[in-house]
């Protein structure tokens, strides 16, 4: 699964925190009006209040019933052939861009077809006097060192589109979402660069049949008043499957929401649904014992762990990992509380790269709104040898389906944010190592717990570790003690691997993943989350 950009959707186009004055030319305000010059079909509303989330729900409903028509869109073949540079290379004019110098606090970009982005999607503003389509014009674009600028279509698209908000200053207008891909988008908050991505929705992902990828292919958005905090999208979902309608309601800041609201429908059944999936890389870490790669970098991540919160109150911390083969990650709940993946680690040191800026990337949180009912948190981890690939999926897949015939609805809010060490509200499990352990069937691991009232109790506490190890191996030896040189709690332990029959140690087989947890309690009072790994021998 490709990244839609490691360093930033539409780093193509402008940088994840690139500047956008406000002291533009009068030429490119007429342009940018310019571009909504063009009516509605006929037929379509002709007022802001007439059309709502109720309009975009109908269409899908509408398009649920009807046999799904494969939308590719005509890009020329020599767009599609260009490499991601020369992608890159075709930008935005900044001047050109929607709202620019009109007092609005955001204003659109847009992204041109080409690579990877083979499909365009139509884009419409809803505003008092309607609703009405934006035009794709060559114009709106540099080039750059491509050749060939004479050769685009005049009706070809756009591929997607970013807001921009002045969120770090009141002088400059950043890019805070992008909207580019199948049904991907991501935010950042405030002094943050690109990491994590979202998706609208994903099907049958990580089975042997196959992954669909539905696609947006129509967006709309709701033109703000100047004194709007928020800015509301509305998309419509399309794939063999399904349709559906989705509503995001972004409101950036320190910490970046997005209110979700959408209704999928069926055209026949799906083996699984992913809900709010997200997706991000895990090259190496602080737990990988060897480097995959010859790198002066010490970790190449956006997310290190996942992070569950159970209605019982339990918080799962799971470190993540680049496995050698597929590993897929069950975790079951009823009514969770949250889940997302989070970026726990944001010191500079601990990556070194002023590029990419991986102590910038923000963690993403899902929290439910209304009751899911039961079912699970599926974490996918894929092997990469590269840091272009997101390799990293976690979604929620409800146990039971309605029937085909009857809409799925689905409500939640995300929060793009840096992590908050009162969350969750005890001790955190802040660093994983692993090494070889006293034999060649046995192996270290070392967890630094740390936060809450860990860093305040004293080393002759009356801490205890409460380990459990499965089947596959058992618990040899372990020490927990104060860590005085960073403050909380490391504790040590050695598993040892079941021993191999006769048979298997004629015929290897391979050995089958250990599941580990952990946590720290004083007497009966639990004082950390839960530290779950995988372990694959």
């Known amino acids: 699964m490709k990244s839609m950009n490691s ?22 305000v007429i342009i940018s009006c310019l571009l909504l010059c063009k009516l509605c079909a006929p037929g379509s509303v002709h007022a802001v209040e007439a059309f709502s989330f109720k309009n975009v729900r109908e269409k899908a409903r509408q398009l649920a019933g009807q046999p799904y028509e494969e939308r590719k869109n005509q890009i020329p073949e020599f767009l599609k052939a260009i490499n991601y540079d020369e992608w890159r290379d075709i930008r935005f004019k900044h001047e050109h861009a929607l709202w620019r110098n ?8 847009f992204f041109h077809p080409g690579f990877y982005y083979d499909r365009t999607v139509a884009i419409n503003i809803v505003d008092s006097t309607g609703v009405k389509p934006v035009v794709f014009s060559g114009n709106l674009f540099d080039y750059g060192k491509n050749k060939f600028p004479d050769n685009i279509p005049k009706n070809l698209g756009f591929s997607g589109f970013r807001l921009h908000n002045p969120i770090n200053t009141k002088k400059y207008y950043d890019e805070v979402v992008a909207f580019l891909g199948p049904t991907y988008f991501r935010a950042v908050a405030r002094k943050q660069t690109y990491g994590l991505t979202a998706r609208g929705l994903a099907i049958d992902t990580a089975l042997s049949s196959g992954e669909e990828f539905p696609y947006f292919t129509e967006f709309w958005i709701v033109k703000p008043l100047e004194e709007s905090t928020r800015i509301t999208v509305y998309a419509l979902l399309d794939s063999p499957s399904v349709s559906g309608a989705y509503e995001f309601i972004v409101k950036p800041g320190k910490e970046t929401i997005i209110n979700v609201n959408g209704t999928i429908f069926r055209r026949k059944e799906v083996q699984k649904l992913g809900i709010a999936p997200l997706t991000g890389m895990f090259f190496y870490g602080e737990n990988t014992s060897q480097r995959p790669v010859d790198d002066f970098r010490p970790e190449i991540h956006t997310a290190d762990g996942l992070l569950i919160a159970f209605s019982s109150g339990e918080w799962l911390w799971h470190p993540l990992i680049n496995p050698r ?8 709940a009823v009514n969770p509380r949250g889940f997302g993946l989070i970026q726990r680690d944001v010191n500079f040191i601990s990556y070194q790269d002023l590029e990419t800026r991986f102590d910038t990337m923000p963690s993403v949180w899902v929290a439910p709104r209304g009751n899911w009912g039961a079912g699970h948190v599926e974490l996918i981890q894929i092997p990469t040898d590269s840091e272009l690939n997101d390799n990293i999926i976690a979604f929620w897949v409800p146990e039971k389906q309605p029937e085909a015939g009857s809409p799925i609805s689905i409500s939640y809010t995300m929060s793009w944010h840096y992590p908050d ?3 969750p509200p005890g001790g955190h499990a802040v660093a994983t190592y692993t090494a070889k352990g006293k034999t060649d069937d046995m192996k270290k ?16 506490s009356q801490l205890t570790a409460v380990i459990t190890v499965d089947q596959n191996a058992k ?25 191999q029959s006769g048979m298997e140690m004629v015929l290897p087989k391979k050995r089958e993943p250990v599941e580990l947890r952990a946590f720290l309690k004083k007497g009966n009072n639990i004082l950390t989350e839960t530290w779950s790994y995988t372990y694959l021998p």
Request: proline share 4%; hydrophobic share 40%; glycine share 14%.
């Open 102 to 109: 009109t007092g609005l606090p955001f204003t659109i970009e």
């Open 7 to 28: 360093k930033g959707a539409g780093a193509g186009n402008s940088s994840a925190n690139g500047r956008q004055g406000r002291n533009g030319h009068i030429a490119g």
């Open 475 to 499: 618990l040899v030896e372990q020490q927990l003690y104060k860590n005085t040189a960073a403050g909380g709690w490391r504790l040590v332990f050695q598993i040892q691997l079941e021993a």
């Open 445 to 460: 691991f070392i967890v630094d717990f740390a936060d809450g009232t860990l860093d305040r109790l004293p080393p002759d």
């Open 421 to 423: 060490k009162k969350v």
């Open 325 to 332: 083969t597929l590993s897929i990650n069950s975790f079951k």
